[in-house]
C-alpha cells in the first residue's frame, strides 16, 4: 500500500546534538511538507519542497534543515540551534506543490530533550 | 495573510447526536479550498472533507458534511450520527490560491459520550 514513512517514532535529543528525522513516500507525490505540532496548536510549517533538489522556509525554518535528493525522501535534521525541539513532527506530502491539494501524513515522531 | 480561527477547543457528543464545530478563516483571495482533518489519539492526520471555494454546493462525505458560508468565511463540520470512533482533535485547514501550504487552526478536540 501506498503512503508515507517515518521513523523514528520517538526520539531523544541531548544537547547541542544534531538530529535527524526520516521521511519517505511511495505516492509518487512531487511535493513534501514538514510541520510541527506542539499541545494546543495547529500545525505550523516548517519547511516544503515542490520538486527534487528544491525546498523553502516555512514559517518557522530556524533551528531546522532539509534535504530533498530523491522524489522519495525529505528528511529534517532539528540543529542545535533550534532551542526548543519537544515537539511532535509530521511529515505530509501532496501530488503537486498547490495549496489545494490534499496532504497525505505520516505518523510523526515524537522528539522529546534528554 | 489567511488565519484559521476554530473558537471551540473542546466539544462532547452523545453516540448517535449530531454535533457542528466551527471554523471561521480570513483571507483575500477568491480561489481556495478549505479542509477538515481528523486526529486520533494514534497522532495520525486523515482527511475528513475538502470543499473547493468556487463550488456552492456543500461537500458530504457519507456522515460528514460541511456548511460553507463563502460570504461569511465560514466553514462548519456537521458530524451526524456520531459514533465512539469519531472522538478525536479536528483542525481545518486552508489552501489553496497563491499559497503552497496548508494553515490550520488551533483544533477542536471532540469527546464522544456512550
Known amino acids: 500500500d501506498g503512503g508515507i514513512t517515518q521513523s523514528p517514532k520517538y526520539l531523544f535529543r541531548k544537547e547541542g546534538q544534531n538530529v535527524t528525522l526520516s521521511c519517505e513516500q511511495n505516492l509518487n507525490h512531487d511535493a513534501m511538507y514538514w510541520y510541527r505540532q506542539d499541545p494546543g496548536q495547529g500545525l505550523r510549517l516548517i519547511y516544503y519542497s515542490q520538486i527534487v533538489n528544491d525546498f523553502q522556509k516555512g514559517d518557522i525554518a530556524e533551528g531546522y534543515s532539509v534535504s530533498r535528493e530523491k522524489k522519495e525522501s525529505f528528511p529534517l535534521t532539528v540543529t542545535s540551534a533550534q532551542k526548543n525541539p519537544t515537539a511532535f513532527y509530521l511529515c505530509?506530502?501532496?501530488?503537486?506543490?498547490?495549496?489545494?491539494?490534499?496532504?497525505?501524513f505520516g505518523d510523526g515522531t515524537r522528539l522529546s530533550i534528554l | 495573510a489567511q488565519t484559521v480561527t476554530q473558537s471551540q477547543p473542546e466539544m462532547s457528543v452523545q453516540e448517535a447526536e449530531t454535533v457542528t464545530l466551527s471554523c471561521t478563516y480570513d483571507t483575500s483571495e477568491s480561489d481556495y479550498y478549505l479542509f477538515w482533518y481528523k486526529q486520533p489519539p494514534s497522532r495520525q492526520m486523515i482527511l475528513v472533507i475538502r470543499?473547493?471555494?468556487?463550488?456552492?454546493q456543500n461537500a458530504t462525505e457519507n456522515r460528514f458534511s460541511v456548511n460553507f458560508q463563502k460570504a461569511a468565511k465560514s466553514f462548519s463540520l456537521k458530524i451526524s450520527d456520531s459514533q465512539l470512533g469519531d472522538a478525536a482533535m479536528y483542525f481545518c485547514?486552508?489552501?489553496?490560491?497563491?499559497?503552497?501550504?496548508?494553515?490550520f487552526g488551533k483544533g477542536t478536540l471532540l469527546t464522544v459520550n456512550p
Open positions: 485547514a486552508y489552501g489553496g490560491g497563491s499559497n503552497y501550504k496548508l494553515t
Open positions: 470543499q473547493e471555494a468556487y463550488k456552492q
Open positions: 505530509a506530502s501532496s501530488m503537486i506543490p498547490q495549496g489545494g491539494q490534499p496532504q497525505h
